[in-house]
């Protein structure tokens, strides 16, 4: 589920195909064609079951069961699409005459709203337990239009077209707007399924911010494991396996309680393995595949014709996240995905009997290796010179150091708060900021505010204040200069429904202003909440 | 159970049993038998049974499959759980001064990953009735707002119910209540004289879909209990801690 909300955010780039689409589905006993998106949607499901079909029993033995898994796709417009479950919730209306593939195809679309669903779309999501009578696993996403990201400030995309090459074909072929990105994110999140019918869930995700000690010794994992999967030398690359493992062990002595440990070993094993699933099935398209579908049913497949940029992309997300120093979440995706190729490369036939065994990744390649404390001890009394420890511990320093004073500054702000709630509009703030930002938890800080965020008809422009955006889909801004009885705030607004609902509304704070087609603003005695209702102009 | 589920069911309870004003002769005790059902994101899950009983000395609350003996006379509570046909005993801090609540020790690794709401909240006390199992009922309604949450709880309340609620209040449901929650039923007397006899509870957390909960009581009485009420169940042995009381 993270890693899909991490594609939904960082969809990007640009170069978009316009081909003529070929003539809409129209279901057997129903005059109304189906939208656009949603037949490609159910043609880019079809081809998910295609690979699957040809590459799962060599991805992992016993992946099968996979067509069985219902898939909940939620979009932007409200409207709700479930395909194959067995007990559908009661909002949800058969599609007379339309199957895929002997799936039924359900609708909800009592919501719906006027958004245009220009294909292509994409999202992520995860496995969700739901039905009506028989509650079953299903596959849930939540996906919107691509968006065009806006060009940094500062970044002149004509002036600078000429410092970097054309993007090449492979390029524009791992775009996130390419329908292969949603088929992976589909295995990833069906191999999700698979797992939990064959591994026991123990310890619940990490939730964990990191330290100066985490952050340097995380980067060392990191680095060892790139060197490990890129090293011909098996007991070159074996010697880098066993640094991972004394960096790990060092990191985690000085760190992290058992629990937290256990939580990021788990973490590795759910989503390491998920990753490798998508990795493994790329490396066998190599040797062939046979697409299902064409550019007639979805114009922005390429049939997997060029997986090498797939596959550059998790050694390319290793490289990225093993230096970020905030993060320690995200790391399992791809420091899980490289341990599994590890075990691969160096004990074939270690997936049998692997999930059934309860058994982590990290802890199977220390037996494996069969190395005791000592051999780890001795790997990590060489870091300091192999990993230039002083100069990790430099740069994490300085961003750990801020980020702390971030969060004891946003902390010591006292005053009336203002929480805007985006929740309603069912879609993930993209804040735009130039200054610097930080990450605790859930929270994201940004101490010098925020240029502003725009969903739709929703726009929010930021000021020279500190805010933070936190859970998701609220932002909090303080007024450190309210005073009590005065408004502090303007309200501007076309009509009002009621006594707090406002229509084609503006509110003005020292923090930041937001129009939206509809809002409720609710005076609290110790906070003004501002809701935004309605993402789009009627 | 997850937490929030747990939680939901112990305001869904405590808000159900709340109430107070009826003295009823000691030597019967307090029997009180509802269900609850729980919808969410379109399903609406199988009622779970809820049932209390109370004595001046001692009680047992059973929510679901789990058992909470409280023997006060003993000092001890006991945790039930038939699955693994185990019990999980605590001490109960009977002493009249509430311990100061100990604050974990601050971790950065921790920061910002556990909101906890805190509602401001309102009352409508509606000036209509209805009868609800022969009991006239007055509908009152309590609106929390946080500032990423909101919580929303209707009620149906009735004076004339056969249990000794000042006892109930004290026992069961004064525990088991925030600050806010608690001087919010010392501001209207009619949520303190009154048992829930029927609630309907919207929550809308700041991440996840809003849950729906509804429960009802079908049984409010004062009778003798079975035997063995208040004790263990036979055949049921100790655990050492909640990891083996559960079977984890």
């Given at each position: 589920m993270k890693k899909s909300t991490s594609l939904l955010i960082f969809v990007a780039v640009f170069a978009v195909l316009i081909i003529d689409l070929a003539p809409a589905v129209v279901s057997a006993q129903s005059s109304e064609p189906l939208p656009e998106y949603i037949r490609i949607e159910l043609k880019r499901l079809e081809e998910t079951w295609n690979v699957l079909d040809q590459f799962a029993a060599r991805v992992w033995p016993g992946w099968t069961g996979y067509r069985d898994v219902p898939f909940l796709f939620e979009y932007a417009n409200r409207v709700r699409m479930l395909v194959g479950h067995p007990s559908p919730t009661d909002e949800f209306t058969l599609v007379p005459g339309l199957e895929v593939q002997g799936k039924k195809v359900y609708l909800d679309r009592r919501a719906e709203i006027k958004l245009e669903m220009k294909p292509p779309i994409a999202g992520g999501g995860g496995p969700l337990f739901i039905g009506k009578e028989k509650q079953v696993q299903t596959v849930w996403l939540k996906l919107s239009p691509y968006v065009e990201p806006k060009p940094e400030p500062g970044v002149d995309k004509e002036k600078d077209k000429d410092k970097k090459p054309a993007s090449t074909l492979a390029d524009i072929r791992h775009d996130p707007k390419a329908s292969e990105n949603q088929i992976l994110i589909n295995i990833h999140e069906l191999f999700h399924c698979f797992q939990r019918g064959v591994y026991r869930y123990r310890f619940g995700n990490l939730r964990y911010n990191t330290d100066l000690n985490y952050a340097v010794h995380s980067e060392i994992e990191g680095l060892a494991l790139e060197k490990a999967f890129l090293e011909p030398d098996d007991a070159?690359?074996?010697?880098?396996?066993?640094?991972?493992?004394?960096?790990?062990?060092?990191?985690?002595?000085?760190?992290?309680?058992?629990?937290?440990?256990?939580?990021?070993?788990?973490?590795?094993?759910?989503?390491?393995?998920?990753?490798?699933?998508?990795?493994?099935?790329?490396?066998?398209?190599?040797?062939?595949?046979?697409?299902?579908?064409?550019?007639?049913?979805?114009?922005?497949?390429?049939?997997?014709?060029?997986?090498?940029?797939?596959?550059?992309?998790?050694?390319?997300?290793?490289?990225?996240?093993?230096?970020?120093?905030?993060?320690a979440k995200m790391k399992c995706y791809q420091y899980g995905c490289v341990q599994a190729l590890l075990l691969s490369r160096f004990f074939p036939g270690w997936q049998d009997g692997f999930f059934q065994g309860q058994k982590f990744l990290d802890a199977l390649l220390r037996d494996k290796m069969g190395l005791s404390d000592a051999d780890l001890a001795a790997a990590a009394a060489g870091f300091k010179d192999r990993y230039r420890i002083a100069d990790l511990e430099k740069t994490h320093g300085e961003v750990i150091s801020n980020r702390d004073k971030a969060y004891w500054m946003i902390q010591a702000r006292k005053g009336r708060v203002y929480a805007v709630n985006f929740k309603p509009t069912e879609e993930y703030l993209s804040v735009r900021c130039s200054g610097p930002q930080y990450k605790l938890g859930l929270l994201h800080i940004y101490p010098e505010g925020i240029d502003g965020l725009e969903i739709r008809d929703v726009k929010l422009t930021g000021a020279k204040s500190p805010i933070v955006q936190d859970e998701l889909y609220f932002l909090r801004w303080v007024d450190t200069e309210s005073r009590p009885g005065a408004k502090g705030y303007e309200l501007k607004f076309a009509s009002r429904e009621g006594s707090d609902v406002y229509v084609d509304a503006e509110v003005k704070t020292g923090g930041f202003t937001l129009k939206a087609p509809k809002i409720r603003v609710q005076e609290m005695k110790d906070f003004v909440k501002i809701t935004v209702l309605e993402k789009i102009k009627q | 159970m997850s937490k929030e589920i747990r939680s939901a069911w112990i305001i869904a309870i405590a808000v159900i049993l709340f109430a107070a004003g009826l003295v009823l002769p000691a030597?019967?005790?307090?029997?009180?038998?509802?269900?609850?059902?729980?919808?969410?994101?379109?399903?609406?899950?199988?009622?779970?049974?809820?049932?209390?009983?109370?004595?001046?000395?001692?009680?047992?609350?059973?929510?679901?499959?789990?058992?909470?003996?409280?023997?006060?006379?003993?000092?001890?509570?006991?945790?039930?759980?038939?699955?693994?046909?185990?019990?999980?005993?605590?001490?109960?801090?009977?002493?009249?001064?509430?311990?100061?609540?100990?604050?974990?020790?601050?971790?950065?690794?921790?920061?910002?990953?556990?909101?906890?709401?805190?509602?401001?909240?309102?009352?409508?006390?509606?000036?209509?009735?209805?009868?609800?199992?022969?009991?006239?009922?007055?509908?009152?309604?309590?609106?929390?707002?946080?500032?990423?949450?909101?919580?929303?709880?209707?009620?149906?309340?009735?004076?004339?119910v056969p249990i000794d609620m000042a006892r109930y209040f004290e026992k069961i449901v004064k525990p088991g209540l925030d600050p806010a929650m608690a001087a919010l039923y010392k501001d209207y007397p009619i949520l303190r004289e009154s048992l829930v006899v029927k609630s309907d509870i919207i929550m809308i957390p700041p991440i996840a879909p809003e849950s729906h909960w509804e429960a009802a009581h079908t049984t409010i009485e004062s009778v003798d209990p079975p035997p063995g009420t208040y004790d263990i169940p036979a055949g049921f042995t100790k655990a050492a801690n909640r990891a083996e009381l559960f079977g984890r």
């Open positions: 070159k690359a074996k010697a880098f396996v066993k640094d991972f493992l004394a960096a790990r062990k060092a990191k985690r002595t000085g760190s992290m309680t058992e629990l937290e440990a256990n939580q990021e070993s788990e973490d590795d094993l759910m989503e390491g393995t998920a990753v490798y699933s998508t990795t493994r099935t790329l490396e066998l398209m190599k040797a062939g595949y046979k697409p299902l579908i064409g550019k007639a049913e979805d114009p922005f497949f390429f049939g997997f014709a060029d997986v090498a940029p797939y596959i550059d992309k998790e050694i390319r997300a290793l490289e990225i996240g093993r230096s970020d120093s905030m993060e | 030597a019967a005790d307090d029997h009180v038998v509802g269900s609850g059902k729980r919808t969410y994101m379109g399903r609406t899950f199988p009622p779970q049974p809820s049932e209390i009983w109370l004595a001046a000395d001692r009680a047992s609350v059973r929510e679901g499959v789990l058992t909470i003996i409280y023997r006060w006379d003993l000092g001890k509570q006991w945790t039930i759980f038939p699955r693994t046909k185990k019990y999980l005993e605590e001490p109960i801090d009977t002493s009249a001064a509430p311990k100061p609540e100990e604050k974990p020790a601050f971790r950065i690794q921790e920061a910002g990953w556990n909101y906890q709401p805190v509602y401001e909240w309102s009352v409508k006390v509606a000036g209509e009735t209805e009868v609800i199992d022969g009991r006239t009922c007055r509908k009152v309604i309590m609106t929390g707002v946080a500032e990423y949450s909101e919580e929303t709880r209707t009620l149906w309340l009735a004076k004339d």
